[in-house]
């Protein structure tokens, strides 16, 4: 994997954060409601990376997809780790419950309304099954929200439709919130402030 540097997006970093989760209802539209100021914006580049460069969030080029994506894995298995518990859930924005793709996918999902999340459980982070989740996402903007909110596909009810309460916890446990950026070749991560 290349050498990745936590680069700090400051003001820039949280429009962009909020620019991406005001295209989505939901926990997206939960998480806004929070306030990002109360938390920070930063990106895993390549060393070297200049700070015009990291908040030129539209232009691709910097890194491989599948860096981005072994970054990812390896962060998310470290917040399971630090929390203890959590899920990380990932929001199909532009898609409905009802799409084909969605109904034939294999990855763990749930549903509200006709929003539509895939998750991973704790000890699920490897590459494979981050791969699948990131590969079941319809929609061209990627959004993820990892949530100190346990969710097992054993508790689920066994149509997968789950209440506004759950998407409500899931949101106001959320300690990161991961979009795409980059031509879809890294994340914008916002972590909670503690």
Request: charged share 25%; aromatic share 10%; with cysteine.
């Amino acid at each position: 994997m290349t050498n990745l540097k936590v680069i700090s997006l400051g003001m820039d970093g949280i429009r962009y954060v909020e620019a991406c989760l005001r295209q989505g209802m939901g926990i997206s539209s939960k998480i806004l409601q929070l306030g990002l100021d109360n938390g920070e914006v930063y990106a895993a580049l390549p060393e070297g990376t200049s700070l015009e460069r990291a908040t030129s969030f539209d232009v691709g080029g910097l890194m491989s997809r599948r860096d981005a994506i072994a970054w990812f894995a390896e962060h998310v298995d470290n917040l399971w780790r630090i929390e203890g518990t959590g899920t990380l859930v990932i929001q199909d924005v532009w898609v409905r419950s009802n799409a084909p793709a969605v109904q034939m996918s294999t990855v763990k999902k749930f549903f509200n309304d006709t929003e539509v999340y895939y998750f991973l459980e704790k000890g699920d982070c490897e590459w494979p099954s981050i791969n699948a989740a990131i590969g079941a996402v319809v929609s061209f903007l990627f959004i993820a929200t990892f949530s100190r909110y346990p969710i097992r596909s054993d508790d689920l009810p066994a149509d997968g439709i789950v209440t506004e309460s759950v998407v409500d916890e899931i949101a106001r446990a959320a300690r990161e919130v991961f979009v795409s950026a980059y031509d879809q070749e890294g994340f914008v991560v916002w972590r909670r402030s503690s």
